[in-house]
């Protein structure tokens, strides 16, 4: 088991950059390392959709949409990840989670994820 806890949210004006942190205190027996680490979003009156994910070996799942724009990485000493964000618009307005589960892979699919931080709301905005 694990609690998840979102930081680095904010308000940025289009084309600004945001860093976001996922902090994990694990519960269980279990390693922080046997867990994939994934970012999803939800903007109002919308479904909630992946953002990033990391493996347990580290290997960064980006999708098309936001590739080159979002990076994703982890340190597994200080059982963080972080996901950076640039070039920011106002499509991009929503609050953010991060979300685990114990599997070597990632996921595009917030039900597979057992595991989810509070969100931290991230404003796009001039």
């Known amino acids: 088991q694990l609690q998840l806890v979102e930081s680095g949210g904010g308000d940025v004006q289009p084309g600004g950059s945001l860093t976001l942190s996922c902090a994990a205190d694990v519960l269980s027996e279990d390693s922080y390392e046997a867990y994939a680490i994934a970012w999803f979003r939800q903007a109002p009156g919308k479904e909630r959709e992946s953002m990033s994910c990391i493996s347990t070996r580290g290997g960064p799942v980006v999708p098309t949409r936001v590739k080159g724009r979002f990076t994703i990485s982890r340190d597994n000493a200080k059982k963080t990840v972080t996901l950076r964000m640039s070039r920011l618009t106002p499509g991009d307005t929503a609050v953010y989670y991060c979300?685990?589960?114990?599997?070597?892979?990632?996921?595009?699919?917030?039900?597979?994820?057992?595991?989810w931080g509070r969100g931290t709301q991230v404003t796009v905005s001039s």
């Open positions: 979300a685990a589960r114990l599997h070597y892979y990632c996921s595009a699919f917030a039900d597979e994820f057992p595991y």
